[in-house]
């Protein structure tokens, strides 16, 4: 199981991973390692991406689930209403009254750093391979070679359909790590059974919010697969050089997240960046490439970014949601109807597609950033003329 770490790896000082790049080179991110007195050059980002830090704090206000939960109908519409406006402007909100306890957190962020507290090799061991969505990565330095993310990560992926004691994160954790991991994986599991009921009930309202069905979406991804993500942020003297995560939106439909008190988080609205305040109890969800493309644009994908800290360590828990990867992304018919008093039927912004094949373009063909969408469908319609 263990890794080892030949003499013609580079090891990048602050964070490293061991892989090929693009270059054949291997590159490490030891996040133990914070003695270099310069950033290396594979973690400096360019200067718009980095100049503009942001002025202010997002002002929406938490969206409360409480009256959701207990099925009032008057605070459900006012939930939506909420949620309505903040994905037509900007893709982001956070919830409040959700129903996990905060221990869910703690315990789960706790397990996330006994893994990242191992020693490199250990980690190393269950490098994420090509294509995969499970394993550890240090700064994606095994897929780029510039522009490094100064973070690393552990990821796992959890399924919809399977059934309680299937336990699919349970014995990923142990087969991994080894049996002594086998608590960790209780844990970790028990947070992403939570996280998925969260997210199904904010499909409920995404729904309410767009004038469809209330089980469409939740029905759309009841059998799909997740991929949980553990971040882990290591101080960095030069922030201001580089990123923890660059500006992107996610190409999944629905991302879930928890960050701890440190904050980092920032989204670009109102043509600037902004950041987003921490909540110990909130949880922090933003629509994804796949939504938008199941809402035909109505909700826009949340551009974001993740800055790092000159001082603290920064962690985040990440629950990217995916349909099934045979299902065919489609918005409702009831989003494609002609409107009232002789309205012309909405243009079709996307074409049907398949998760899939959106998961392959950006696993093996583009880096995800501010265009992962419109990049993807040149590409589909490229693959599929004759």
């Known amino acids: 199981m263990e890794s080892s770490i030949s003499s013609s790896t580079i090891v990048l000082s602050p964070p490293p991973l061991k892989a090929n790049n693009n270059n054949g080179v291997n590159l490490v991110f030891d996040a133990s390692l914070q003695q270099q007195p310069h950033l290396p050059t594979q973690f400096l980002w360019p200067h718009e991406d980095t100049a503009y830090a942001a002025a202010d704090f997002l002002p929406d206000p938490p969206i409360d689930l409480s009256g959701f939960f207990l099925g009032d109908p008057l605070a459900t519409a006012s939930a939506a209403?909420?949620?309505?406006?903040?994905?037509?402007?900007?893709?982001?909100?956070?919830?409040?009254?959700?129903?996990?306890?905060?221990?869910?957190?703690?315990?789960?962020?706790?397990?996330?750093?006994?893994?990242?507290?191992?020693?490199?090799?250990?980690?190393?061991?269950?490098?994420?391979?090509?294509?995969?969505?499970?394993?550890?990565?240090?700064?994606?330095a095994?897929?780029?070679?510039?522009?490094?993310?100064?973070?690393?990560?552990?990821?796992?992926?959890?399924?919809?359909?399977?059934?309680?004691?299937?336990?699919?994160?349970?014995?990923?954790?142990?087969?991994?790590?080894?049996?002594?991991?086998?608590?960790?994986?209780?844990?970790?599991?028990?947070?992403?059974?939570?996280?998925?009921?969260?997210?199904?009930?904010?499909?409920?309202?995404?729904?309410?919010?767009?004038?469809?069905?209330?089980s469409e979406y939740r029905e759309f991804f009841e059998d799909g697969c997740s991929v949980m993500r553990g971040n882990n942020y290591p101080p960095c003297k030069e922030a201001g050089l580089t990123l923890g995560t660059g500006p992107h939106s996610d190409p999944n439909a629905l991302t879930l997240l928890h960050q701890d008190e440190v904050g980092g988080l920032e989204i670009f609205s109102d043509d600037k960046w902004r950041a987003i305040r921490p909540c110990h109890d909130a949880v922090v969800v933003n629509i994804g490439d796949t939504f938008m493309a199941l809402c035909n644009g109505r909700y826009k994908s949340c551009l974001?970014?993740?800055?790092?800290?000159?001082?603290?360590?920064?962690?985040?828990?990440?629950?990217?949601?995916?349909p099934n990867e045979d299902k065919v992304v489609r918005p409702p018919e009831q989003l494609l109807l002609a409107g009232n008093e002789g309205a012309e039927a909405p243009t079709r912004l996307y074409p049907d597609f398949k998760w899939s094949d959106l998961r392959d373009f950006t696993q093996n063909h583009y880096r995800a950033d501010t265009s992962t969408l419109q990049h993807f469908v040149s590409w589909l319609s490229n693959k599929t003329q004759p």
């Not at 990242?116 to 269950?126: D, N």
């Not at 780029?144 to 994160?169: I, Q």
């Not at 790590?177 to 209780?186: D, Y």
Request: aromatic share 12%.
């Open 81 to 140: 209403s909420q949620i309505r406006a903040a994905c037509s402007s900007h893709g982001f909100f956070q919830v409040v009254n959700h129903g996990l306890d905060p221990s869910t957190f703690r315990a789960a962020h706790h397990h996330m750093d006994a893994f990242f507290s191992l020693p490199l090799p250990r980690k190393l061991a269950v490098q994420r391979q090509p294509g995969s969505l499970r394993g550890y990565s240090g700064a994606h």
């Open 142 to 214: 095994d897929r780029f070679s510039s522009k490094l993310p100064w973070k690393e990560t552990f990821s796992f992926t959890y399924s919809h359909a399977r059934s309680p004691t299937a336990l699919d994160v349970v014995h990923y954790i142990k087969s991994s790590l080894g049996p002594h991991f086998e608590h960790s994986g209780c844990v970790l599991q028990k947070y992403c059974e939570a996280m998925h009921m969260l997210s199904m009930a904010i499909f409920e309202l995404l729904a309410i919010s767009l004038g469809v069905e209330r």
């Open 304 to 322: 974001h970014r993740a800055v790092v800290n000159k001082e603290r360590v920064r962690r985040s828990l990440v629950f990217f949601v995916n």
